[in-house]
């Protein structure tokens, strides 16, 4: 049988060594003789799964002393309303970059508590999407924060200059967390959903620097507080242990595997052999300008896209999962996470100059 | 080796029958080549255990057609804030009958959003606790709702009877779902953390009647919103798909073992055979009245608090683990949820019996 690579865009595939470790102590986990998600949250064994993933964290992103780092439960979209709630204090307003889908999404929500300033991003080079220079940004004087999401998973756009500012920076890290190398001091908060580069859904990872933690308004639910979180070493709540658990072997694994700078590495080559496929044939095209197309996620369609279904069969048959682009876009998607390794995208390259040949 | 049984209150652990099926797909699910939890959650085959598992908790708990299920991130403590932020509409208070630790604790979230009406319920009849009949609770008339914590996971305690209201009824059943048979149609809303009776951390599932959709306050985070949650069928957030697959396991697993009412029978058999082991003996103690003494979970004390040590250690030696009370308690406690079968309850009773002779 040949190897199934997982192209889904989230819940995302998990290394492979990281799942073959998981399955071999899933009843039987540390000699327990039950599994780490039948244990107590506050028993010593889960304490340290709990301390060693934060450590680990804080190792592959140099994560600064005066950072509070939290394992939350949910994804992105809590903390779309968990920022405003525990960030925007005396202010009414804060600034949300608009550069896609999520960004416009974390808007959406932010209205509930703020009146958001939008600074749209995006705008056309050359009839490609772009996003327009950071220094362009008109960022106001009035911001509590300002808030952008440096990756879009759907629209496969990346931002990579930070805002011009000195206000806390905020950014929804979801599908960039651990892909490269970054400087958390640049920012005030980042947070990520976990089921892209971290490990199974229902975890949300929340970095904030500690100067930021007593702003929260009176209506803020608990378990969205920062503070309260903090205080409770993240288990405020019950956290939802397995997946923490899982994220804690994804950092030792990255840490095993060179860190995020070899990750960074292998990423850049692995989305460099993607676009140029797509680059060197009118068979298939992405339409985001090369400043801003997206490490992670590789939005590609079709020329004849009547092939689409065609496409999708050929590449199941050959173990290429989840190719499907979203349907607010069409099209394919490939998302590249850390977890698929350069033969994934190697695979995908010859089936796709392979399926161009036979249909061009 | 003797066979491990596992006495967590949470996470607890899981049937062993579902545990083994987990672990023997975790790396291949359904013939796709990947974990169940690297797929999308909008994939058909998810969206599959999604249906089938509403479906399977609906047999199981013949949830009348008026209510919606939500399958929620996060704890019963998240539900804490959404009961009232869902609930209150233009009311400024509700009623919360406090039996124990977790019905107070759901107070201290309610009084961000209203003034609840603390109805204190324990009492003490022959020196032991006890909860006064629910006729004679003071409901309120203004009160939007009347919230209520059927069975106290730290204190042991149970409430058997419902508040003699026409106003919406609130029960956190976290420690009690599916452990009994159930009138779903007599509660506006019921809620339960999945981490007892249901499956891993990290998942609430919420019944909720259907006219209770349309009260929620403008500054409830949207993943808290019970019509948001129903109208996007509970992912309007990327759901924790593994918690929501394992849980489906379990439902199923409950449906070929004789569903709610084979389990309250083995329940009610297991809870009796822990007590009369308790109250035949001068040397173990339990200080709950028994007309409120939970089925779920039996805290119990040594005469000679200085053998406790003596105690987990000879038990965990046996196989008996996680005995040790919760810390506000102290003492032992044995939770005996769904997943305990009999004979573990039998071996701990062997137990204590043998160390009772041991150490009189």
Redesign the interface.
């Known amino acids: 049988?040949e190897p199934?690579y997982?192209f889904?865009?989230?819940?995302?595939?998990?290394p492979k060594a990281v799942?073959?470790q998981?399955?071999k102590e899933?009843?039987d986990w540390n000699g327990?003789?039950?599994?780490v998600?039948?244990?107590?949250?506050r028993?010593k064994p889960f304490l340290k799964v709990a301390a060693d993933a934060e450590q680990d964290l804080r190792d592959l992103l140099s994560i600064p002393d005066n950072y509070k780092v939290l394992f939350c439960?949910?994804?992105?979209?809590?903390q779309?309303?968990?920022i405003p709630?525990n960030l925007l204090g005396e202010a009414t307003t804060a600034d949300y970059i608009d550069g896609g889908y999520w960004a416009a999404s974390a808007v959406d929500?932010a209205q509930?508590?703020c009146q958001p300033n939008v600074i749209k991003a995006m705008t056309e080079i050359d009839g490609k999407t772009a996003i327009i220079p950071a220094s362009d940004w008109p960022i106001s004087e009035q911001a509590a924060y300002v808030h952008f999401c440096p990756n879009e998973t759907i629209d496969g756009i990346e931002i990579n200059d930070l805002p011009n500012t000195d206000k806390p920076i905020v950014a929804d890290m979801s599908s960039t967390i651990l892909s490269r190398e970054i400087d958390v001091s640049k920012y005030g908060v980042i947070y990520a959903?976990a089921?892209k580069n971290i490990g199974?859904?229902?975890?949300c990872i929340v970095i904030v620097r500690d100067d930021l933690l007593d702003l929260a308004c009176?209506?803020l639910?608990?378990?969205?507080n920062y503070k309260v979180l903090f205080e409770k070493e993240s288990m405020?709540?019950?956290?939802?242990?397995?997946?923490w658990y899982l994220s804690g072997l994804v950092f030792k694994w990255l840490k095993a595997n060179g860190g995020v700078a070899a990750m960074e590495k292998v990423n850049r080559e692995k989305a460099a052999l993607l676009y140029q496929c797509i680059d060197e044939s009118d068979f298939y095209r992405n339409n985001v300008h090369a400043n801003n197309r997206s490490l992670m996620n590789v939005p590609f369609q079709l020329a004849k896209p009547e092939l689409d279904g065609l496409f999708l069969e050929q590449a199941e048959a050959r173990?290429l999962?989840?190719l499907k682009g979203h349907r607010a876009v069409g099209g394919m998607r490939a998302s590249i996470y850390n977890a698929m390794p350069l033969e994934g995208v190697q695979a995908l390259v010859d089936f796709m100059k392979e399926f161009e040949a036979e249909n061009k």
Not at 73 to 78: F, K, N, S
């Open positions: 049988m199934i997982n889904s865009a989230g819940p995302a595939s998990l799942m073959q998981a399955q899933f009843l327990l003789g039950t599994s998600m039948e244990i107590s949250h028993s439960q949910g994804g992105a979209r809590a779309f309303a968990a709630m929500e509930k508590y959903g089921q199974p859904a229902g975890l009176n209506e639910p608990s378990i969205l405020f709540n019950t956290p939802p242990t397995y997946a173990g999962q989840a």
